[in-house]
C-alpha cells in the first residue's frame, strides 16, 4: 500500500465518488460487516472501548 498526499488545492478538486443513496440504505448490520473487511478501517474492540476516557473542552 502506498500514501498519496494531494495539497489543498488538490483536494477542492477531487471528484466525490460516493454513492449517498446506497449509504444511505445501509444497515447498521451492513455497515459493520463493510468496517470489519476493510482492511484500512481500524475498528476497536470492546476491550479497546473501556480504554477511552471523555476529552475535557476548556
Same mark, same amino acid.
Given at each position: 500500500m502506498s500514501i498519496k498526499k494531494y495539497t489543498q488545492e488538490?483536494?477542492?478538486? $477531487?471528484?466525490? $465518488?460516493?454513492?449517498?443513496e446506497r449509504q444511505k440504505k445501509m444497515t447498521e448490520e451492513e455497515i459493520e460487516e463493510g468496517a470489519k473487511t476493510?482492511?484500512?478501517a481500524l475498528t476497536p474492540t470492546e476491550e479497546d472501548l473501556k480504554k477511552f476516557r471523555k476529552v475535557k473542552r476548556k
Open positions: 488538490e483536494v477542492k478538486d $477531487l471528484k466525490d $465518488l460516493t454513492d449517498y476493510d482492511p484500512d
